[in-house]
Every structure is written in structure tokens, then in C-alpha cells.
């Protein structure tokens, strides 16, 4: 359980970057919390994505899993390996102006490099679109299979830019 949390950096979509990145991170915690939210800019659909990576690395050493459910009772589960992200949703711009996602994601022993890093996560969002309004939640796993100390995080659009209101906060943890 934490014992003390610090902020260490706060990222927002000033600009419409396609990619928020915490960099030069502190080797002085034991865990890492990212919390924020987000939109994407596209109006390529009503759901898209934030590809997370560590450490500048674009290899495909990650792996993730997600469990969801939406207000129509429609529930799915995903699983996907050796892939060159870890993938997350936001909504995009075909949802109403209002429309931002939540992003939770806890990284525990970040500093490790005796083994591959886990990343614990939840998100979601209210989809309104064609005035219809539901709900989408997420709760999701990964897996950076890299014995790196994580340094730098990097959120990235998978089809636009994130919209200027976006805003990720990056804290650290210690345990003890």
C-alpha cells in the first residue's frame, strides 16, 4: 500500500500533440500512477486509442489484455501479444465536444531490472453518438517484457491528435 505519493509531472494536449511523453523519470520511487483523461481529434470513429510505450522502445515486446462492459450490456475480453504497444481506449471526435476518457494505470518496481514490468490499468469513457448515449469501461493488463528501468512514458494517438483539454499526470510512489 502507498505510503507517500508525490507529483512528478503533468502533460496536456496544448497544441494537439499527437504524443504526451514523461521523460528523464526519477529512479526515487517504488511504483508509478499515471491519471488523467483524453480525447483523440479524429473523426475516424467513435472509439479509438492510446498506444502506450516505455523507453522509446517501438519492438514488439508488449502484451496486454482488457476485460469491458458497456451500459448495453455488451461485454468482451481481448488479449494480444507481441505487439509494439500497449493499447487503451479514448473516445474520438465523432462523440460529442464534451466526450474525455479516464486513464488509471499503476506500474509497480519500475525501477527493476531484474524482470519484465507489469502495468495494471483501467479507463473509459460516455460514447455519445447519433443521439445515443453509452457508457464504456475498461479494466487491463500489460506487459513490457524489458528488464529497462522505465525512464520515459509515451501516450500516443493512434489516429489523430489529442484534443487540447487532455491532461496526464504522472506520480510517483513510495511504499515505505
Keep these: 500500500m502507498a505510503e507517500a505519493t508525490t507529483k512528478l509531472a503533468t502533460v496536456t494536449g496544448s497544441g494537439n500533440p499527437a504524443t504526451l511523453s514523461f521523460t528523464s523519470i526519477s529512479q526515487s520511487y517504488d511504483d508509478l500512477i499515471v491519471m488523467g483523461i483524453g480525447?483523440?481529434?479524429?473523426?475516424?470513429?467513435?472509439?479509438?486509442?492510446?498506444?502506450?510505450?516505455?523507453?522509446?522502445?517501438?519492438?514488439?515486446?508488449y502484451c496486454y489484455g482488457n476485460g469491458s462492459v458497456t451500459t448495453s450490456n455488451t461485454r468482451g475480453i481481448a488479449v494480444e501479444g507481441n505487439q509494439t504497444q500497449i493499447r487503451t481506449h479514448q473516445p474520438g471526435s465523432q462523440n460529442s465536444e464534451e466526450a474525455f476518457g479516464f486513464l488509471y494505470m499503476y506500474i509497480p518496481r519500475y525501477t527493476t531490472t531484474s524482470y519484465a514490468k507489469q502495468v495494471w490499468f483501467s479507463d473509459g469513457f460516455v460514447c455519445q453518438q447519433n443521439g445515443t448515449q453509452s457508457t464504456n469501461v475498461y479494466a487491463a493488463w500489460g506487459v513490457w517484457n524489458n528488464t529497462a528501468a522505465i525512464n520515459e512514458i509515451d501516450l500516443k494517438c493512434l489516429f489523430g491528435t489529442f484534443k487540447t483539454e487532455s491532461k496526464f499526470t504522472l506520480y510517483g510512489v513510495k511504499n515505505s
Design 39 to 61: 480525447a483523440d481529434t479524429s473523426t475516424a470513429a467513435a472509439q479509438l486509442y492510446i498506444d502506450i510505450q516505455f523507453y522509446n522502445d517501438t519492438g514488439s515486446n
